[in-house]
Structure formats: C-alpha cells, structure tokens
C-alpha cells in the first residue's frame, strides 16, 4: 500500500511529473501517464503539482489516524502518571509512556475530519459491489471414520448460483467514495 511518503511527482531528473489520484479502493495511484515537463505547459504543470499535493497531505493524515487506530489502551492497572526522583531529591511527575501515546492517538482519532475518516472508510472497506450471492446455511451430519453417524453437525454455507442480495455495506462504501473521489480526482 503507497503511503504520503511514497509519493514521488517528478522522475528522471525532473523530466516527467506523475498525476496522482485515489483508486475506488482508496489507495494513490498512477492511472494516467506521466507529463513530460518539457513539453506540457506550465499551468498543466502546476495543477498537476497542486492536486499531487493534495493526494499527499489527505494521505498523511488518513496514514496518522490508521496508526492512531491500532494504538491500544494500556491495561488498566498501568498507572497514568509516573514520578520521577532526581538525585537532589526533587520529584517530578510526567505521563506513563504508554499513556501519552495512547492519549496522543486518541486526540489524532478524534480531531480527524469528516474527509480524513471517509477517506480512511473507503481504505478500510476497500471496493464494495451494490450486490453480494445469495447464501444458504444448512446443517448436516459428520461421519465418523467408520461412516457411521458420530451424532455432530456442522453447518454448510452454499451459494445460491444466479440469486443476489443487497450489499448492507454498499451505501456506506458508496457515500464515502463518492466524497474521496470528489475531493481528490
């Protein structure tokens, strides 16, 4: 996965600037060919740049609040301070490590933007269909090695072929999409 500080404009000494976008899937892509800078125009040039750019710091701050997500809550009999002696026989008090980090990342989680956590919804669901195959569980016996009924069950998930359901994660996919694709395409 291509995070910000993957992401390079220019290659070959300049020559050829990238045009960045966001996939469906929400990852940075190269979908179009790159400008060749001597001989596209400038204002090309800088628009180019500019929506780069902007690809680069949304991705920053998506790839900030997924590592602030995976930050867990240190267990509870972790003190949340801890005090310090120096050798004079001052103390001083400062957040367990763990703590600050965990508080740390629960302020970038709840500072994120609307776009930050769609952007990161999109990323996290990856590309959703408005329809998913028709399912049917049934339950049926398991043998024993001798064939003989052992008197279990386990059940079996089939796909009904040529029947299809709602996608109950499809809107939300959707919604978020939509928003990414135009803030950043």
């Not at 628009?47 to 240190?74: H, M, Q, W």
């Not at 103390?91 to 609307?114: K, L, N």
């Not at 996290?124 to 069950?153: A, C, H, N």
């Amino acid at each position: 996965m291509i995070r910000s500080t993957d992401i390079e404009d220019t290659y070959k000494g300049g020559a050829f600037l990238r045009v960045w976008s966001v996939s469906s899937s929400g990852q940075a892509i190269c979908a179009q060919d790159a400008h060749a800078t001597a001989a596209t125009e400038q204002a090309t040039l800088d628009a180019t740049t500019a929506s780069n750019a902007k690809i680069r710091v949304a991705l920053a701050a998506v790839d900030g609040l997924e590592a602030a997500k995976r930050v867990a809550e240190p267990d509870g009999d972790i003190p949340k301070t801890v005090t310090e002696t120096d050798i004079d026989g001052n103390e001083t008090e400062r957040p367990y490590r763990a703590w600050a980090e965990y508080d740390a990342a629960q302020a970038t989680i709840e500072g994120a933007t609307e776009a930050t956590n769609q952007f990161a919804l999109v990323r996290s669901m990856g590309v959703q269909s408005e329809t998913l195959p028709k399912t049917e569980t049934s339950t049926e016996p398991i043998f024993s090695e001798d064939g003989s009924d052992s008197g279990e069950t386990r059940e079996v998930v089939t796909v009904v072929k040529g029947e299809t359901i709602t996608n109950p994660d499809f809107a939300a996919w959707k919604g978020a999409w939509d928003a990414v694709d135009a803030d950043l395409n």
